[in-house]
């Protein structure tokens, strides 16, 4: 199956997508980074995305993400030490179309400004922020990329109402339009996606086309999977008009890019 977007001769609008490129590691075999990095970065590429948010990233994977985006620059730190241990959330802007105003990264814990683990949560989490210039709207936005705990329930919730919090403070109450995207490791009824909706809206539900894609983001490399369970968003708060939405189904020979589909929005 093959899921892909075609595009828009729109100069003014912004192609986002959120993905989580899965980690590299040696255990996922024939599935393993090596053998996919090139293809992420096709998939990125051909869907002419101005702005990125990636999950999962390891500093060598960063690295080649670099050469495979050689029209875009990336923000993001490493989630163990704040520079290159453990995973990275990174965004990656096009420079062409945008100018880099301010960013940075803060911890999902009760201690944002330095890494910690917060609530319940298994390992250290975070969530990098970049306030950007689109230099042909001249309009300024704040994109915020996320990945949060897979074990802990009482982080994800209390995720939600730090990011929210932040969003809030960023956007000076919604004068700034802000994108936030991530791997919520949360059901669209759950409880911390529900604390998100307090000040975000899901871009699924504001898009002015039918979103394209199967129902859910995570397949685990399988390519038989029933699709049905979506922990992949991107949310906006303030004013955006949403035109596109989809899940990217991309396959070859029965196999995926990555273990999560990447969720791909055009906003204006």
């Given at each position: 199956?093959?899921f892909?977007?075609?595009?828009?001769?729109?100069?003014?609008?912004?192609?986002?997508?959120?993905?989580?490129?899965?980690?590299?590691?040696?255990?996922?075999?024939?599935?393993?980074?090596?053998?996919?990095?090139?293809?992420?970065?096709?998939?990125?590429?051909?869907?002419?995305?101005d702005?990125?948010?990636?999950?999962?990233?390891?500093?060598?994977?960063?690295?080649?993400?670099?050469?495979?985006?050689?029209?875009?620059?990336?923000?993001?730190?490493?989630?163990?030490?704040?520079?290159?241990?453990?995973?990275?959330?990174?965004?990656?802007?096009?420079?062409?179309?945008?100018?880099?105003i301010?960013?940075?990264?803060?911890?999902?814990?009760?201690?944002?400004?330095?890494?910690?683990?917060g609530?319940?949560?298994?390992?250290?989490?975070?969530?990098?922020?970049i306030?950007?210039?689109?230099?042909?709207?001249?309009?300024?936005?704040?994109?915020?990329?996320?990945?949060?705990d897979?074990?802990?329930?009482?982080?994800?919730?209390?995720?939600?109402?730090?990011?929210?919090?932040?969003?809030?403070?960023f956007?000076?109450?919604?004068k700034?339009?802000?994108?936030?995207?991530?791997?919520?490791?949360?059901?669209?009824?759950?409880t911390?996606?529900?604390?998100?909706?307090?000040?975000?809206?899901?871009?699924?539900?504001?898009?002015?086309?039918?979103?394209?894609?199967?129902?859910?983001?995570?397949?685990?490399?399988?390519y038989?999977a029933?699709?049905?369970?979506?922990?992949?968003?991107?949310?906006?708060?303030g004013?955006?008009k949403?035109?596109?939405?989809?899940?990217?189904?991309?396959?070859?020979?029965?196999?995926?890019?990555?273990?999560?589909?990447?969720?791909f929005?055009?906003?204006?």
């Amino acid at each position: 199956m093959c899921f892909v977007i075609g595009l828009y001769a729109q100069n003014k609008t912004i192609n986002v997508m959120s993905f989580n490129i899965r980690m590299n590691t040696p255990n996922d075999g024939e599935n393993a980074w090596p053998n996919r990095k090139q293809w992420v970065g096709d998939v990125i590429k051909f869907n002419s995305v101005d702005i990125l948010g990636c999950q999962e990233v390891l500093v060598d994977q960063l690295h080649d993400l670099e050469k495979e985006l050689p029209h875009m620059s990336y923000v993001g730190v490493g989630r163990d030490d704040g520079k290159e241990g453990g995973e990275f959330s990174p965004i990656f802007y096009n420079t062409k179309e945008f100018k880099l105003i301010d960013s940075g990264t803060f911890w999902l814990s009760k201690n944002p400004e330095e890494p910690s683990k917060g609530w319940d949560a298994a390992l250290p989490r975070i969530c990098t922020w970049i306030k950007v210039k689109h230099k042909h709207s001249k309009r300024t936005m704040i994109v915020m990329n996320t990945h949060y705990d897979h074990m802990g329930d009482e982080a994800r919730i209390e995720s939600s109402k730090l990011i929210a919090k932040k969003a809030q403070e960023f956007s000076n109450n919604g004068k700034i339009s802000v994108v936030l995207m991530g791997d919520l490791n949360s059901s669209p009824n759950s409880t911390a996606v529900m604390e998100l909706q307090n000040v975000f809206q899901d871009t699924k539900t504001l898009s002015l086309t039918n979103p394209l894609g199967p129902a859910g983001t995570f397949q685990a490399f399988d390519y038989n999977a029933e699709l049905k369970e979506q922990i992949d968003f991107i949310m906006t708060y303030g004013y955006f008009k949403v035109l596109r939405y989809a899940h990217i189904a991309e396959a070859r020979d029965k196999k995926f890019p990555s273990d999560h589909l990447p969720v791909f929005v055009e906003i204006q």
